[in-house]
């Protein structure tokens, strides 16, 4: 495996000097594409004759951090350079300088600058703005891509690898790239759809959920509503729930102090998973907000969003279909006398307060909806400072 490494680190090199000395064309293309097989990354397409050639975009759902080199070798395109300082790095990766760090909208005018000169190749967009596995579902596309031109043509995109897998959060490029080295093979499928223009007085917004919808149904997946901040800040929880010493799954012998910080309900459940405790937790927390909603609606949809206030957002809202249960046939387990006194304490003192108390059926209003609810989060505020 290391002299397999060391061998397609030479090539990869010479990859990089024959793409810098051979200027832009079919030959360099070819060349390149062949000295990547070599290394190991075989790069497949259908449907290359709806490939237009008189779209300026093309709009590709994001996998690893070497996508618009792959789709590179297929066809000459360009991809900006959103994130990292620019220079030699930016530009041996395969990235276009614009020369713009401020706004999206400075970005939105450089690439339409670029786009009218008929002349440039085609720019590649990856509205997702996050690499994903591409296995689940979309990320949200950003409005900004679709702003540039009024037609663009959707690029699914698929990798396969064995043994590693294909995208890892928060990984850098570099380790990317070494692990591309080192696996015996990486499969990159590129399939082209019909180009898709712009609808009569359609906003980008509403432009880039049409084109997530049609790339999702293509590849299969589920088109989400979370972005890539979403996914940072998930990251983020992740990094810091690890350096707990109450996270769930700890060893039992974890010092009391911790273990009492860990929700009853998840007493008895140390031969689960950690995903499943983590899940368990959740649902635990969404349950005590809305305990008319069944426990198994509430694991089902935090298995999707991974977020619990995302969670709560679908049911209030209805995005999420089921049958209220009454708080009797719940799942959760009956409340100890000293907590349903408190609870009682908490509940009346919710509704000292406040003008109306808090339903239990949906309210048909928004505005009544979010009261409730922040009635709600009020009274658990409440009890866990007592």
């Known amino acids: 495996g290391l002299c397999l490494f060391v061998l397609r680190l030479f090539i990869g090199v010479h990859v990089f000097l024959v793409s810098c000395i051979l200027p832009d064309g079919l030959l360099r293309r070819v060349i390149v594409r062949v000295m990547c097989s070599v290394l190991g990354l075989f790069v497949q397409q259908s449907g290359p004759r709806l490939r237009d050639v008189s779209v300026q975009v093309y709009i590709a759902n994001h996998v690893t951090h070497f996508d618009h080199n792959v789709i590179n070798l297929l066809t000459s395109c360009n991809t900006p350079a959103l994130n990292g300082a620019p220079g030699f790095i930016c530009w041996s990766r395969g990235f276009m300088e614009l020369g713009v760090t401020g706004s999206r909208a400075e970005l939105v005018d450089s690439l339409k600058a670029y786009s009218s000169h008929r002349g440039n190749p085609p720019l590649l967009l990856f509205p997702e703005e996050a690499a994903t596995n591409g296995r689940a579902g979309l990320l949200r ?32 490029w570099i380790t990317e790239l070494f692990w591309t080295f080192f696996v015996p093979f990486t499969v990159y499928q590129v399939r082209w759809m019909p180009s898709v223009p712009r609808r009569a007085e359609e906003l980008s917004e509403d432009f880039a959920l049409r084109v997530q919808e049609l790339l999702a149904m293509e590849l299969g997946v589920v088109s989400t509503r979370l972005t890539a901040a979403d996914k940072a800040e998930h990251m983020k929880r992740l990094r810091h729930t690890s350096h707990l010493p109450f996270a769930p799954g700890r060893h039992p012998d974890q010092p009391l102090a911790a273990r009492l910080r860990m929700p009853s309900s998840l007493s ?28 198994e609606v509430i694991r089902t949809d935090l298995a999707q969003t991974n977020c619990v206030d995302t969670t709560i957002a679908n049911l209030l809202e ?69």
Do not use: N
């Open 141 to 172: 596309f950003s409005s900004w891509p679709f702003s540039v031109v009024d037609v663009v043509q959707p690029v699914a995109l698929r990798v396969q690898r064995p043994l590693i897998t294909v995208s890892v959060a928060d990984s850098s």
């Open 268 to 295: 008895g459940i140390g031969s689960f998973a950690p995903e499943d405790v983590r899940i368990t937790a959740m649902a635990q927390q969404v349950k005590e907000v809305l305990p008319h909603v069944p426990l």
């Open 318 to 386: 209805g995005r999420v279909p089921f049958s209220p249960e009454s708080e009797a046939g719940t799942d959760l387990p009956a409340p100890s006398t000293s907590w349903a006194a408190s609870a009682s304490g908490i509940q009346g003192s919710v509704d000292l307060t406040s003008s109306k108390p808090a339903t239990k059926q949906f309210a048909k209003s928004p505005v009544e909806r979010h009261l409730s609810l922040q009635e709600r989060k009020r009274a658990l505020y409440d009890y866990a400072r007592r």
